[in-house]
């Protein structure tokens, strides 16, 4: 009979792993206690790239491309100043990465991404995601993704992120032969499903509470502020409207002209003005954005801790109605014996 011992797993979030596969974590990290990466690498992302090419239905797309750069700190201050190494990544590749990570670390708050598609656009901002501003303001935040996750005690020694890193084209095969996807595919249809824990953990149910708050207040204020922002940059280029109308008055005044065009002047500087004050309200914005960002990352958390405390309570629920039926099965036996030794009457 094989040793039992041998065969114990755990289920999380309705999975199963055998004592082979929770040691995952360690066999995938690159173990240097007490370092990150962030302290062996310098870590970019240089630039953005538009680029055309088929998709997986073989239809032609447009899709941006971001260069990741990356140099030894050890390189440098031996006094040598190498070029960095670089390869090509797209927002997809980078998905796949967080998705990757966020099932292997079920207990990390994972940094968030920044939005695919622009959210709480308002008039001028444009909601294509090709707009040179958005890849723009995109390509900061990949950059202070792979910066945060590299600073992590944790995340940063996955050799799966060092892949991702330095590996152009075997990226995705040794990502993929991880199996995260099959693990994610069923942590997604348990978390679907309605369940009730009936004994929450406080500080988790506490915590929750407060990245729902955070994250509804937030996007109530973003909200807000991308209708406030229309209204105001109206009202500015319509003082635009004005500055026309002074400057063509001006030419047919004799004595009033030099005023109502200088007038034309301030009204058009003004109206030229919200430009700067709402590209520097942007930046506050994205900002938010990212606060909005890391509470779903928190709730995501919560929710897996939910989902395993769920599966605890199930567990112990069931073992203590197998005793039951053990004592119920044991005692069923006894009295079966005693009367096959006893028949009634006797």
Known sequence: MADAGNKESATIGGDEFTNTELENNKNNTMVQEGSTLLRRMEISVAEAEKRTGKNTVNMQEIFTVYLIETRSIDAITEGHNPAPDSLWRRYSEFEILRNYLLVTYPFIVVPPLPEKRAEFVWHKLSADNMDPD??????????????????????????????????????????????????????????????????????????????DELQSLTSQLLRVRARVADRLYGVYKVHGNYGRVFSEWSALEKEMGDGLQSAGHHMDAYAASVDDILEEEEHYADQLKEYLFYAEALRAVCRKHELTQYELETASSDLI?????????????????????????Q
Not at 161 to 189: C, M, N, P
């Open 134 to 211: 958005f890849v723009e303001r995109r390509r900061v935040g990949l950059e202070n993704f792979l910066l945060r996750v590299a600073s992590h005690s944790v995340l940063s020694n996955d050799k799966i992120l060092y892949h991702f890193l330095t590996e152009e084209h075997r990226w995705k095969e040794v990502v993929y032969e991880t199996g995260f996807q099959a693990k994610a595919d069923s942590r997604i249809k348990a978390l679907s499903a309605t369940f009730r824990v009936k004994n929450p953990d406080k500080r988790f149910t506490e915590m929750k509470h407060y990245s």
């Open 321 to 345: 109605s197998k005793k039951q039926q053990r004592e119920e099965l044991a005692t069923g036996v006894f009295n079966s014996i005693q009367l096959y030794r006893y028949p009634k009457g």
